[in-house]
């Protein structure tokens, strides 16, 4: 059976989980009060799973999860927590949580907790790495979609300002600045393609680096089908901003069709 390690401050609570849940499955119980204690006992009796409030004195449950993950020590564990958050239970899933209950749970809640955690096989350093970098390329894609996004913007306004424009009103002053719009359209739309590209490139590496998570980590089938999910979202959003891309670059040359010979050749000038 396995060396169970509860840190949780209420003592109800650890009696309930201890004798009600662990203890009648031969499990051995370790317990702390806080979360100092319960970060040295981590490390010093090296327990096969660790059930962790969020909320603790001295040490909050997913900062001893943190510690002992920069140290090398990837012990499964169950968060618990009376007000949970999305943000919560995301950063405890990256930690390597391999459950996340809200309290006041059942037996039945726990103990399903408990078969998952301990039949799932351990984490290993190598691929919690490859978990943190997958999420970093999905962090810089995001980041590109976003400036992708302000470019399309930059290029509607853009378009509208041209699309006002009338051509029997258009003097000198107007056709020089058509042009130099027009110009910094064409600087700005390589631009776009070559952020296009990037995202695209980046994406595919983090498409390879989930499948290979999900050939190394089993055992964290929902974290890595979460990885999936996003990058899926991601290549969505970059698919659907190529083809407003490709719109704006037709509409735009529409545009300048309509425009008077004598603009036009200003502002190919």
Do not use: C
């Not at 209950?101 to 096989?121: G, V």
């Not at 979202?233 to 659907?240: D, F, K, Q, S, T």
């Amino acid at each position: 059976m396995a060396k169970i390690l509860i840190i949780e401050d209420r003592r109800e609570n650890i009696v309930f989980i201890a004798n009600n849940v662990l203890k009648p499955m031969g499990h051995e119980v370790i317990t702390a009060l806080d979360g100092e204690i319960g970060l040295r006992k981590a490390e010093e009796e090296s327990p096969d799973l660790i059930i962790t409030d969020v909320k603790l004195p001295k040490i909050q449950g997913l900062d001893i999860l943190e510690r002992l993950r920069n140290k090398g020590i990837f012990t499964p564990a169950i968060v618990m927590t009376f007000h949970g958050t999305e943000e919560t239970a995301v950063r405890a899933l990256r930690l390597g949580a391999r459950d996340y209950l809200i309290k006041p749970f059942t037996f039945e809640e726990m103990q399903a907790a408990l078969d998952r955690a301990l039949q799932s096989q351990p984490v290993t350093p190598e691929a919690y790495q490859e978990k943190m970098r997958a999420e970093a390329r999905i962090s810089q894609l995001e980041d590109k979609i976003q400036q992708l996004q302000a470019l399309l913007v930059q290029k509607e306004n853009l378009i509208k300002h041209i699309q006002q424009q009338s051509p029997n009103h258009l003097d000198h002053e107007n056709v020089t600045q058509i042009a130099e719009q027009t110009s910094q359209w064409e600087r700005d739309n390589a631009k776009l393609n070559r952020m296009l590209a990037q995202a695209k490139y980046a994406f595919n590496k983090v498409e390879g680096r989930a499948n290979a998570l999900e050939e190394a980590m089993i055992a964290q089938k929902a974290q890595t089908s979460k990885y999936q999910k996003e990058a899926k979202r991601l290549a969505n959003e970059l698919r659907n901003l190529s083809e407003a891309m490709r719109l704006m670059s037709q509409d735009m040359e529409h545009q300048m069709s309509r425009l008077p010979v004598r603009i036009r050749e200003g502002v190919n000038e």
